[in-house]
């Protein structure tokens, strides 16, 4: 009769007929008084969302305090119901730190892991292997099984730490868990997705994992191979900025040998990794072919919406968010996609009212937060930005997202040691952004440290390149390069940085005037003119562009007429007293300007992130504000 009843009891669960499970497997404890059954009828009640019905049924005997699943699930249970200090006093507050495995001195590597990177993680292997708690009889005395659900409750005390706000201690359970049992799936995915570490400890996290643990039942000789597929498997998972050739190897690991080709979480790797490297047309295309098989993957829908923000598809925004809207009013990433629709069309108030809703219905929800302050961003709030990003910083520790758009936003403000204060943190996490390194080049700029502002824009136009990303996308920071040349005398490139600007099809009055200025310095009045002709072309009341150009035609008209340069400053000197006249009348003129026009970075355009994420916002790389003080000498990246 129990097996009749357990038989009973699983074919009316995998049916989901709750009721009959209910009314069978009350028949069954009551039969049987065994306590597993209590477990599996309390399982059910948890199913059904009945947890206080639920705890009762754990609440038998002494199930909860010598039982680890029937914790796990009390747990669990008051979490559900918002009873965070009762959920921790059945967890207890300390992790089983004695029941993490170090890695095996036997463990095989990856095959596409090359050798450099081989030596770096022996290298980390032994020296993690020193600092933990090696591998312990009392681990070895526990059964799977509990391993498993000891794993699950690091999880959960994890969760309830989070909830409250603590980051630091929510973030060692998740390690904990994952140390304890690596196929605690949960506790990765929240490390990675909520952004818990840097590029670099992730990967050193890995490498820390004993994925030797692993094993396949009734096949003892797979376990070696399920163990790297796996490894292979959570190394998709890892942040794009680091070892980007590693991740590549992963995803072809797994394309070619076990047919996940098609398989959405490889492909919305590929489509994150895309969007690092700002090819969104090509990660749009990725995204595009998820939801077309899967028209409601959440997971997927954040990168998508930054893709179709980056490239101003504002129609599909708004199909796409009545549409989320409508099917899943009760899922933060529909109220998300509403807030970058209103974002794309600049309607900053109502996006900012969505971003906050997303941002209520899940607190941990990174893109709602970067949107959120991007609104602010976008009307010149300052002060508000820099709260909302500071938010974001406390919550996602492991991006450099919030910090980089803290330091442009100081940087906007003038606050030049503050912005390279987040600047250089933002780097500390990752040295592979090309906006990031463009910023710095930008402070560096303003700080007169014009080599290391080279060097700083140099490297952010060699990443783009090597990540193959879109060149257009780059121009501001090429300007940049160009203006920062031209200060330091290096005329004869920085015209040719200039030029090759605007053979991409820039019609920016400011870089004109920038090309029309290097070649005044270079003796070339008559080319000077021709350039400045073209600026007055694009803004005709461009004041800086005037009057370069009536100097220009002055130089042209008289024979003497010599152009000066001072290490590239831009000075005009003259011959005779006459000449100096006009030189103190220009510079007369230059100052009028530099006090109606404050000195300002240009760059209010979409470039941003997913974790910066998902949100797409204000971020595309600044330009330099030339010295001359006009607000044509600027490139405006909106263009």
């Known amino acids: 009769m129990e097996k009749y009843l357990r038989d009973w009891r699983q074919d009316a669960l995998n049916k989901h007929q709750y009721e009959s499970a209910i009314f069978v497997g009350d ?49 669990h249970c008051s979490i559900k119901l918002g009873k965070l200090d009762e959920a921790l006093a059945i967890l207890g507050d300390k992790n089983p730190t004695h029941l993490i495995s170090a890695p095996g001195s036997a463990r095989q590597k990856l095959r596409h892991v090359d050798v450099n990177a081989r030596a770096g993680a022996k290298h980390y292997k032994a020296a993690s292997r020193s600092e933990r708690v090696p591998t ?179 129609n599909t925004l708004f199909l796409l968010s009545h549409d989320l809207v409508d099917t899943h009013p009760q899922e933060p990433t529909s109220w998300l996609a509403v807030g970058i629709y209103y974002l794309s069309i600049s309607r900053i108030a109502e996006a900012r009212r969505y971003f906050s809703k997303a941002s209520m219905m899940d607190p941990h929800f990174g893109p709602a937060w970067i949107g959120f302050a991007h609104t602010f961003a976008a009307e010149g709030e300052h002060d508000q930005a820099i709260s909302a990003y500071s938010t974001a910083a406390r919550l996602f520790q492991g991006t450099h997202l919030p910090q980089l758009f803290l330091g442009m936003q100081n940087l906007q403000l003038n606050n030049l040691a503050l912005a390279h204060e987040y600047l250089n943190t933002a780097h500390d996490l990752c040295k592979t952004d090309p906006l990031l390194l463009n910023e710095l080049g930008v402070v560096y700029y303003h700080e007169d440290s014009l080599v290391e502002a080279i060097r700083a824009f140099r490297g952010a136009l060699s990443i783009s390149e090597r990540n193959d990303s879109d060149r257009d996308a780059w121009l501001p920071t090429r300007t940049n390069l160009a203006h920062a040349l031209r200060r330091l005398g290096h005329l004869d490139e920085s015209l040719a940085t200039f030029e090759d600007v605007l053979r991409h099809g820039t019609k920016d009055a400011g870089v004109f005037t920038a090309k029309g200025l290097v070649l005044l310095e270079l003796g070339r009045s008559w080319d000077a003119v021709t350039v400045l002709h073209e600026a007055l072309a694009v803004a005709p009341q461009d004041p800086m562009a005037t009057d370069l150009l009536n100097r220009a035609l002055e130089l042209c008209e008289s024979e003497d007429g010599v152009l000066g340069i001072e290490g590239g400053s831009g000075d005009f000197l003259g011959v005779g007293s006459e000449a100096d006249e006009e030189e103190q009348e220009l510079d007369l003129k230059i100052s009028r300007l530099r006090e109606i026009q404050q000195n300002r970075v240009a760059g209010r355009g979409g470039r941003r992130r997913r974790g910066g994420g998902g949100g797409g916002g204000y971020g595309e790389p600044s330009g330099l504000e030339d010295e001359l003080g006009g607000e044509s000498m600027m490139v405006d990246s909106d263009g």
């Open 136 to 314: 312990s009889e009392e681990r070895d005395r526990e059964d799977s099984t509990s391993l498993k659900f000891e794993a699950g409750m690091c999880y959960l005390r994890g969760v309830c730490y989070a909830k409250q706000n603590s980051f630091d201690r929510a973030k060692e359970c998740y390690k904990t868990a994952v140390q304890i049992d690596v196929q605690c799936f949960e506790a990765f995915d929240q490390l990675m997705s909520n952004s818990l570490m840097s590029p670099d400890e992730e990967w050193k996290f890995l490498e820390s994992l004993n994925f030797d643990t692993i094993a396949v039942a009734n096949n003892p000789s797979l376990s070696q191979e399920a163990a790297q597929f796996t490894k292979t498997l959570y190394t998709t998972r890892l942040s794009k900025y680091s070892r980007p050739e590693e991740f590549t190897a992963a995803t072809e690991t797994l394309s070619t040998h076990y047919s996940l080709a098609s398989n959405p979480d490889i492909l919305l790797s590929k489509a994150d990794l895309l969007f690092t490297q700002c090819r969104f047309r090509a990660a749009l295309a990725l995204t595009t072919s998820i939801l077309s098989d899967d028209k409601y993957n959440f997971a997927t829908l954040p990168t998508h919406l930054a893709c179709l923000h980056e490239l101003g598809e504002r």
């Open 27 to 75: 028949k069954l404890l009551a039969l049987t008084t065994d306590d597993k059954d209590a477990f599996w009828l309390a399982q059910v009640h948890f199913s059904t969302g009945n947890y206080n019905r639920a705890q009762s049924f754990l609440s038998r005997g002494d199930l909860i305090a010598n039982n680890a699943s029937c914790r796990y699930l009390a747990a």
